[in-house]
């Protein structure tokens, strides 16, 4: 995935945040760790549709747009971005 279809895809996650207590914030960034080093690629793509569900995040929705299946580290990269905006 070049970075112009990341830059695309990514967005800030922080307005989910809004309001939510710093005990909540916390457990989803261990969450989220785990989830990046642990995860499968097919982990990472569930979790992007949820946080992102305007995106292409399918490997059919890519074909149909015409461009590359997120790898799983470009999926790693796209949540560590969003996460760092927290």
């Known amino acids: 995935m070049d970075d112009a279809a990341i830059v695309c895809c990514a967005h800030s996650s922080a307005s989910r945040?809004?309001?939510t207590d710093g005990a909540a914030i916390m457990s989803h960034?261990?969450?989220?760790?785990?989830l990046l080093?642990?995860?499968s690629r097919e982990d990472l793509i569930a979790y992007?549709?949820?946080n992102?569900?305007?995106g292409v995040w399918s490997d059919d929705d890519c074909a149909?747009?015409?461009?590359?299946p997120a790898?799983?580290?470009?999926?790693?990269?796209?949540i560590t971005?969003?996460?760092t905006t927290l």
Request: glycine residues 8%.
């Open 17 to 19: 945040f809004a309001g």
């Open 29 to 34: 960034t261990t969450n989220v760790q785990q």
């Open 64 to 68: 149909a747009e015409g461009i590359e």
């Open 52 to 54: 992102d569900p305007n």
């Open 37 to 39: 080093a642990t995860g």
């Open 71 to 78: 790898t799983l580290d470009d999926l790693r990269a796209i």
């Open 81 to 83: 971005e969003w996460e």
């Open 48 to 50: 992007c549709k949820w």
